[in-house]
């Protein structure tokens, strides 16, 4: 299985970085992680929230494997506990040979982009920085790998 974690911004901060690949290199090879992060460029001040929003969304489009099973952050979505999100990752692994992640930028998705998602996640009803959201993803999936394997990591 390769989950894809598709985020709209720029270059990612070095401890959040740290910290992201800290959880990517414990995950096993049967399912890797990778994160992009799509270049948005600089915004233009004529622009609405609107536009900025079409044209980050359309980098996660444009990037997003095919056959893929898509899933969006958003503090809209329905909240998982951690025990639900290993129950979708097992199933996932099952059914799911690809899964994409979607953060977007400071200014969220479209409920548009949230309507075409196979699912819409709050992994918080805190509004957090969406480069936040990579540490708090990875961490929680890799949580998840540990339920269903039995390891120690995960203490309820």
């Known amino acids: 299985m390769q989950i894809f974690i598709l985020t709209a911004g720029e270059k990612t901060l070095s401890w959040i970085e740290s910290g992201v690949n800290q959880y990517i290199a414990r995950m096993p090879g049967e399912c890797k992680i990778k994160i992009l992060t799509l270049a948005t460029g600089r915004r233009a001040k004529n622009q609405t ?14 990037n997003t494997p095919k056959n893929s099973l ?3 952050l958003d503090e ?16 996932w692994l099952q059914s799911s040979p690809v ?3 979607y953060i977007g930028g400071p200014d969220g998705l479209t409920e548009e ?20 959201v990579r ?11 540990t339920i269903i394997q039995g390891h120690p990591y995960h203490r309820a």
């Open 113 to 132: 982009f949230l309507d075409q998602a196979d699912a819409v996640w709050s992994v918080s009803a805190l509004t957090l920085p969406h480069m936040l």
């Open 49 to 62: 929230i609107k536009q900025i929003q079409m044209r980050e969304q359309e980098l996660l489009i444009r």
């Open 70 to 72: 898509r899933i969006a």
């Open 135 to 145: 540490v708090l993803l990875v961490e929680q999936l890799y949580r998840a790998w």
């Open 99 to 101: 899964v994409t992640f």
């Open 76 to 91: 809209r979505g329905e909240q998982w506990s951690t025990g639900r999100l290993a129950i979708k990752l097992r199933h």
